[in-house]
């Protein structure tokens, strides 16, 4: 994620952020010394496009059916057998006529790239994109053929979501869209507020029980009524405050949770909180400050926070279960839940394995150097991963 005002990284910032606070080597932030308890088995690897090369997008593949679908930043879109690794097709989106990968070397001499600017994501039998010129792409999964591909206003920097009978599109200038599945026809759309500086990212929204959740760039969590777009009600999360124009960022770019009745969001310089669905009064409220992504699984709620702390939360009463500092000052991924463990990667290319329940660090393992800037995806049986430049890893833990 970047501001979005100045082409600098949020991992950049938080790098130097951090190295004000001391001009020591000592106080560098290390790893420390471990011996694995956790040692998960590669299935196979593979590749798609360059990744993401330096910038920082958020994007990660999708596991559906039985198949990977991974892209790159540059306009590659790959689908794979999930058990084998083996390709079964390829486009690239800077080919108009979804030309194969063999008939567009051209376009590595020439710089052109899709800018594909979210994670893939699977829905009403499409495979869906968005590109940061602000063009949404439906996929044939079987083939890799465009159904359709629309305009729409603004970045689109998070995966589309296939939800409530609509296609629904998260942009960077603070628009919701909500596109009909078979055409990409615009159903209806909404606008929100941003606030005056902000994190160049969003959230997706999260779409449930008639309504459609989302975060804004001014510390604000809101639902739409889906059928319509019409607006339900809208909480803050974050007040601006601070000195600074950095201190007074307080974007919603987690994608917010709804479970059991609640919505559960977290703001960049701001709180965690739980809403209720319906009307969106607070339940309880408490301070954590993050721009990743949460999860959440039996009733606990696992994030990690801006400056790579990790916690876990009873969702029910907003409690503390547990804390875990030791990739403090690491810039590190969101949080995974594989089997019985949680995966976090960093920006070296460490994938880090602990305890779910009491957060104990279990293992370290090193991949692609040129490290992990999405979270790992997971299914009963595998991780998946996809590192910064494009190298895709499965693994499985055998019990």
């Not at 970047?2 to 560098?28: H, I, M, Q, T, W």
């Not at 011996?35 to 496009?49: A, C, L, M």
């Not at 159904?147 to 296939?162: C, I, N, Q, R, T």
Request: hydrophobic content about 45%; charged content about 20%.
């Amino acid at each position: 994620m970047k501001l979005s005002v100045k082409p600098v990284g949020v991992a950049v910032l938080l790098l130097l952020a951090l190295s004000a606070c001391s001009s020591k080597e000592d106080d560098e932030p290390t790893l420390p010394e471990i011996t694995n308890k956790v040692e998960p088995q590669e299935v196979w690897s593979s590749s798609v496009g360059d990744g993401i090369d330096h910038y920082d997008v958020q994007l990660k593949p999708a596991i559906f059916d039985n198949k990977v679908f991974a892209a790159s930043r540059d306009g590659e879109v790959a689908a794979f057998d999930l058990s084998s690794g083996s390709e079964l097709w390829s486009i690239d989106l800077r080919d108009g006529d979804d030309a194969p990968l063999f008939g567009g070397w051209s376009h590595w001499w020439n710089g052109r790239s899709a800018k594909i600017g979210g994670a893939v994501s699977v829905g009403f039998d499409k495979v869906l994109v968005g590109t940061e010129d602000g063009v949404v792409v439906a996929l044939n999964p079987l083939t890799g053929e465009k159904v359709w591909s629309v305009k729409v206003g603004g970045e689109v920097l998070a995966a589309p979501v296939a939800a409530e009978g609509l296609v629904l599109v998260s942009t960077g200038g603070g628009r919701i869209f909500a596109l009909q599945p078979d055409t990409g026809e615009q159903r209806w759309m909404h606008e929100t507020e941003n606030g005056l500086l902000t994190l160049r990212g969003i959230s997706q929204v999260a779409a449930a029980n008639g309504g459609v959740v989302f975060g804004t760039g001014n510390g604000k969590v809101g639902a739409l009524i889906s059928d319509k777009g019409v607006p339900a009600w809208e909480e803050p999360v974050a007040l601006a405050k601070g000195a600074t124009d950095l201190a007074r960022i307080i974007d919603v770019d987690a994608t917010p949770i709804v479970h059991d009745g609640k919505v559960f969001a977290i703001a960049y310089n701001g709180q965690l909180v739980a809403l209720d669905l319906r009307t969106g009064r607070e339940v309880w409220k408490r301070e954590y400050a993050s721009f990743r992504a949460m999860t959440l699984e039996d009733d606990v709620l696992y994030l990690v926070d801006s400056v790579g702390k990790m916690y876990a939360i009873d969702a029910r009463s907003g409690l503390e279960t547990w804390a875990q500092l030791v990739l403090h000052r690491h810039f590190v991924t969101a949080p995974t839940v594989y089997k019985k463990y949680l995966v976090v990667g960093d920006a070296e290319g460490n994938l880090h394995w602990f305890d779910k329940t009491n957060g104990e660090y279990l293992a370290r393992h090193e991949f692609d150097s040129s490290g992990f800037y999405a979270e790992a995806v997971a299914t009963s049986e595998y991780l998946l991963l996809q590192s910064r430049n494009g190298e895709l890893t499965l693994l499985n833990l055998p019990e």
